[in-house]
């Protein structure tokens, strides 16, 4: 007897074919194979990664019931791929639950997963916890590869640089990756040699708020309140033809803080100055309580404080593979001719 949740997945499964076939006819074998949220299970998510499917809960727990049933769907329908497991529904996100030896093998083992034709390194567990691939932002990537030839790129909260690893398999001439996290831009590099892109891509270790306003040219003070703050790498005053702005929710550093609910400006105006004139700005806001038509009228008032035109934009939708309810994906994306 084929219960309930079986039908859930599989109706998923069905909902893709024409989106997989397209995708794999594109070196695609990178997507979301179940959204829970929109198709049934809230907080579930199930993710191909080549021949990984990452499943994760972040509401609540699978029941080793459940999570039986899960495994025995997709065993069947894609045999000899690895399953892992991760539960990420205790505070924090933070994977809690325990593997078997096997399934740490398999867990820890690097893979490569493709995507617009561009590998990727991904593991199913590592010292963080997200992905090292977010799949609902392949729209903007797509956008990027687009865009990218012969340009200057400044990839900023580059986290793996998906974003600046598809801007120079594109064609990008030179590719700035921003993050202050040393072992995401590692996975970085690891991108850049599994795509063979050379010295393209350079990856600048610091605060996105302390590089941001040097390539602005607004300046980073060493002393603020009287408080010497950290050391940050010295950077060049620059202006990018393409900039791509994909932050956090939230991040608080001594620099300043993210907060894309209260004050995206914050990043928005450096951002905007770090962009040449008749550049493009892609930036992104993933809260899902922000309305798209409330946060890009607060860009435009921010650019019109900055002194800068937002001479044309355009929305870059997730694809099918993230559906909605309403038509209101939590992911915007913008694209901003400035
Ligand atoms: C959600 S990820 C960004 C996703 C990324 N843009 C992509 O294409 O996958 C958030 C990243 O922002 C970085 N981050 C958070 N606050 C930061 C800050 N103040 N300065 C630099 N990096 C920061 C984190 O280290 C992490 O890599």
Same mark, same amino acid.
């Given at each position: 007897?084929?219960?309930?949740?079986?039908?859930?997945?599989?109706?998923?499964?069905? &909902?893709?074919?024409?989106? +997989? =076939?397209?995708?794999?006819?594109?070196?695609?074998?990178?997507?979301?194979?179940?959204?829970?949220?929109?198709?049934?299970?809230?907080?579930?998510?199930?993710?191909?990664?080549?021949?990984?499917?990452?499943? $994760?809960?972040?509401?609540?727990?699978?029941?080793?019931?459940?999570?039986?049933?899960?495994?025995?769907? /997709?065993?069947?329908?894609?045999?000899?791929?690895?399953?892992?497991?991760?539960?990420?529904?205790?505070?924090?996100?933070?994977?809690?639950?325990?593997?078997?030896?096997?399934?740490?093998?398999?867990?820890?083992?690097?893979?490569?997963?493709?995507?617009?034709?561009?590998?990727?390194?991904?593991? #199913?567990?590592? #010292?963080?916890?997200?992905?090292?691939?977010?799949?609902?932002?392949?729209?903007?990537?797509?956008?990027?590869? !687009?865009?990218?030839?012969?340009?200057?790129? @400044?990839?900023?909260? =580059?986290?793996?640089?998906?974003?600046?690893? #598809?801007? &120079?398999?594109?064609?990008?001439?030179?590719?700035?990756?921003?993050?202050? &996290?040393?072992?995401?831009?590692? +996975?970085?590099?690891?991108?850049?040699? @599994?795509?063979?892109?050379?010295?393209? @891509?350079?990856?600048?270790?610091?605060?996105?708020? #302390?590089?941001?306003?040097? /390539?602005?040219?607004?300046? !980073?003070? *060493?002393?603020?309140?009287?408080?010497?703050?950290?050391?940050?790498?010295?950077?060049?005053? !620059?202006?990018?033809?393409? +900039? +791509?702005?994909?932050?956090?929710?939230?991040?608080?550093?001594?620099?300043?803080?993210?907060?894309?609910?209260?004050?995206?400006?914050? @990043?928005?105006?450096?951002?905007?100055?770090?962009?040449?004139?008749?550049?493009?700005?892609?930036?992104?806001?993933?809260? &899902?309580?922000?309305?798209?038509?409330?946060?890009?009228? $607060?860009?435009?008032?921010? =650019?019109?404080?900055?002194?800068?035109?937002? *001479?044309?934009?355009?929305?870059?939708?997730?694809?099918?593979?993230?559906?909605?309810?309403?038509?209101?994906?939590?992911?915007?994306i913008a694209l901003l001719r400035v």
């Open positions: 007897m084929t219960s309930s949740f079986t039908d859930l997945l599989s109706a998923a499964l069905t &909902a893709r074919s024409e989106l +997989v =076939a397209r995708l794999h006819a594109e070196q695609t074998d990178a997507y979301r194979m179940f959204h829970g949220s929109v198709e049934g299970v809230a907080g579930l998510t199930v993710d191909r990664y080549g021949n990984l499917l990452l499943v $994760q809960s972040f509401h609540e727990p699978l029941t080793a019931e459940q999570l039986t049933e899960l495994e025995t769907f /997709y065993h069947r329908s894609f045999p000899g791929f690895d399953i892992i497991y991760n539960d990420r529904s205790q505070p924090n996100s933070r994977i809690a639950n325990k593997l078997s030896n096997e399934q740490m093998d398999a867990a820890f083992e690097p893979r490569e997963a493709q995507e617009l034709g561009v590998t990727y390194r991904i593991q #199913a567990r590592h #010292a963080g916890q997200d992905p090292w691939l977010f799949l609902d932002l392949r729209a903007g990537r797509r956008r990027v590869m !687009q865009e990218a030839a012969g340009k200057t790129v @400044l990839n900023l909260f =580059a986290y793996t640089c998906g974003v600046g690893i #598809a801007a &120079a398999k594109a064609g990008a001439k030179q590719v700035v990756n921003v993050d202050f &996290a040393e072992s995401s831009l590692l +996975v970085g590099k690891e991108n850049s040699r @599994l795509n063979h892109l050379g010295h393209t @891509l350079r990856y600048v270790e610091s605060d996105a708020f #302390a590089a941001l306003r040097q /390539y602005s040219g607004l300046g !980073q003070p *060493r002393v603020v309140r009287g408080k010497r703050l950290p050391p940050f790498p010295k950077l060049e005053k !620059q202006q990018f033809d393409l +900039v +791509v702005l994909d932050p956090p929710r939230y991040s608080k550093s001594i620099f300043g803080v993210v907060d894309l609910v209260n004050d995206y400006s914050a @990043l928005f105006k450096p951002a905007l100055l770090a962009t040449a004139e008749g550049g493009t700005l892609i930036c992104t806001n993933n809260v &899902a309580s922000v309305d798209r038509q409330d946060w890009f009228d $607060q860009l435009q008032r921010s =650019a019109k404080k900055a002194g800068r035109e937002i *001479r044309d934009m355009e929305w870059i939708t997730p694809e099918a593979d993230f559906p909605t309810l309403d038509g209101n994906p939590p992911l915007k």
